[in-house]
């Protein structure tokens, strides 16, 4: 297993990992298996979307935004349970296809963290299971 070390700039932040992942496959030099991406943390989540359009992720936090507004009432004291609904609703792991030593995914695809509760230090991490 492998930890990408990321700092986030905002409380909700969106972080290409496309490019560091696809660097540890090379890195490694693995030819074909699966590759899991974990996010260790409840209150940010690994999701694959497009990567050409940068409003795509500013409208997946704003929609996040109205359906868990951060001001709901929670009782956790904390003040983040939306940061912690959030998580779970998008999925704290995403698991892919490495073939031919490249990262399987379309067109327009990048896998991404999702702050919901920064600025702060992540780990996300890799591991690979070839076939």
């Known amino acids: ?6 700092r986030t700039k ?5 972080i290409d990992l496309t490019p560091s992942i696809k660097n540890y ?7 074909s298996g699966i590759l899991t991406v974990f ?5 940010g989540a690994i999701t694959v979307n497009e990567n050409a359009d940068p409003d795509v992720k500013k ?21 983040n349970s939306d940061a912690h609904i959030k998580g779970s609703l998008i999925s704290f792991s ?14 327009w695809q990048g896998i991404f963290f999702m702050e919901f509760d920064g600025p702060r230090e992540r780990e996300i991490w890799l591991k690979f299971i070839s076939d």
């Open 39 to 43: 996010s260790p943390h409840t209150t």
């Open 59 to 79: 409208d997946m936090n704003t929609f996040l935004n109205k359906l868990v507004p951060q001001n709901s009432g929670f009782s956790h004291t904390e003040g």
């Open 10 to 14: 905002f409380r909700q932040d969106v």
């Open 94 to 107: 995403q698991t892919f296809i490495v073939e031919n030593g490249a990262l399987r995914l379309g067109t």
């Open 1 to 6: 297993m492998e930890k990408l070390h990321i």
């Open 25 to 31: 496959l090379d890195k490694n030099k693995y030819i």
